[in-house]
């Protein structure tokens, strides 16, 4: 099966895998606070391609094993995300007094009317959600799958790293999970909020009502255009351009030249997005916007789209209220923060009731 709702009692590493770098971290709770105990981040080496999520173990691997190197966790038991465009959801409604062993069988019967793959060639979880509002003696049940290829990358991978897969989550869950730790945080009466995470090649606008999402849209944008255009404008290697950029170490019309003119097409896709969110949706005006990734931080982004579209926006930070382990570097966190959503969704795991 495939682990998306088993409870977990263990101490859990959250591990996130993106197309760029592998994130690690773990949490502890404290006289009823969450701790952040350690975490880590990682490059993956040679690894540019506009899918989310490397396909090499062993790229994954290396890259992993520096980030345990730098995090140096206590736990060995680790919860993976899949990207949530791999996953297939589909809420059914079954017998209402079927026990899970036999709601398992008759789902996986069934499973030609559900999943689009053979069966043999894919895992899948199951959750009762409550009654059917069609019929007494129904449930809904919500169906998750997703093909064990991609699982299994990620499985080896941490198992090459000397780490155990306990759950495998779906990245959407994730990211849920993770929101709730800091939704408290955000003004009174805030309902709509969108997350917007600005990757190295894909930007993904999810939005969320009362913590849970209810439209994702994803489109190929990133920071990896501005590492491009310093590049492209200033004659520089990509590598070279992506430290240019890392260090903020750029010519005096940096600004003026290249960082105006992609935050304005940042702005321009983002509004985009919104666009096709509110034309298919019952939706006119978000409370909140939230930017999560690697490019969450880039210099004037928060301010210029707050103007641009009318809606407040700050960065995701989900730690602002966790207590800090004496070895975590305050101010470094604070920088990593927007880029550990989903690894903080993942390691919350490690607290299910």
Same mark, same amino acid.
């Given at each position: ?8 009692? /263990? +101490? &859990?590493?959250? #591990?996130?895998?993106?197309? @760029?770098?592998?994130?690690? &971290? ?13 975490? !880590? ?6 690894? /540019? ?18 980030? *345990? ?37 008759? *789902? ?13 060639? #894919? ?10 509002? /069609?019929? $007494?003696?129904?449930?809904? #049940?919500?169906?998750? $799958?997703?093909?064990?290829? +991609?699982?299994? %990358? ?7 790293? !000397?780490?155990?897969? %306990? ?22 009466? %805030? ?11 894909? %930007? ?17 944008? !990133? ?6 255009? *310093? ?24 600004? @003026?030249? #290249? ?40 210099? !004037?982004? $928060? ?29 470094? &966190? ?8 989903? $690894? ?10």
């Amino acid at each position: 099966m495939f682990k998306v709702f088993q409870k977990q009692r /263990h +101490h &859990l590493i959250g #591990v996130d895998i993106s197309s @760029t770098s592998v994130k690690v &971290l773990e949490l502890s709770i404290k006289n009823g606070r969450y701790w952040v105990e350690s975490y !880590g981040l990682s490059p993956l080496k040679n690894c /540019h391609d506009a899918d989310k999520n490397s396909d090499d173990p062993d790229v994954i691997a290396n890259a992993l094993v520096d980030a *345990i190197h730098i995090a140096n966790p206590y736990a060995h038991q680790a919860a993976i995300a899949i990207p949530s465009r791999m996953a297939i959801e589909k809420i059914i409604e079954m017998d209402a007094e079927l026990d899970d062993d036999s709601r398992e069988m008759q *789902i996986r019967l069934q499973a030609d009317q559900h999943i689009p793959f053979p069966l043999e060639e #894919v895992s899948l979880d199951f959750e009762v959600l409550g009654p059917s509002s /069609h019929a $007494a003696d129904q449930v809904n #049940v919500l169906l998750v $799958a997703a093909r064990t290829e +991609h699982i299994q %990358t990620r499985v080896k991978a941490l198992e090459l790293a !000397g780490l155990s897969v %306990t759950i495998a989550d779906v990245e959407r869950y994730a990211i849920e999970r993770a929101s709730e730790v800091f939704s408290d945080l955000l003004p009174i009466g %805030t309902r709509l909020v969108a997350i917007l995470d600005i990757g190295h090649t894909l %930007t993904t606008l999810s939005v969320l009502e009362q913590r849970k999402i209810i439209y994702t849209r994803e489109h190929v944008f !990133g920071g990896q255009q501005l590492t491009q255009q *310093i590049q492209d404008y200033y004659g520089l290697s990509f590598e070279e351009a992506g430290r240019a950029k890392k260090t903020k170490l750029l010519p005096d019309d940096y600004e @003026t030249q #290249v960082l105006t003119p992609f935050l304005e097409n940042v702005v321009q896709h983002v509004i985009k997005s919104l666009q096709f969110f509110y034309s298919s949706t019952a939706y006119h005006a978000l409370d909140h916007v939230l930017l999560a990734g690697g490019n969450a931080n880039i210099d !004037g982004l $928060a301010a210029r789209l707050q103007r641009k579209i009318g809606c407040p926006v700050s960065i995701a930070n989900p730690f602002l209220h966790m207590g800090l382990s004496p070895q975590i570097d305050q101010k470094k &966190l604070k920088n990593d923060a927007p880029s550990l959503l989903t $690894a903080c969704g993942l390691a919350l795991r490690s607290f299910d009731p």
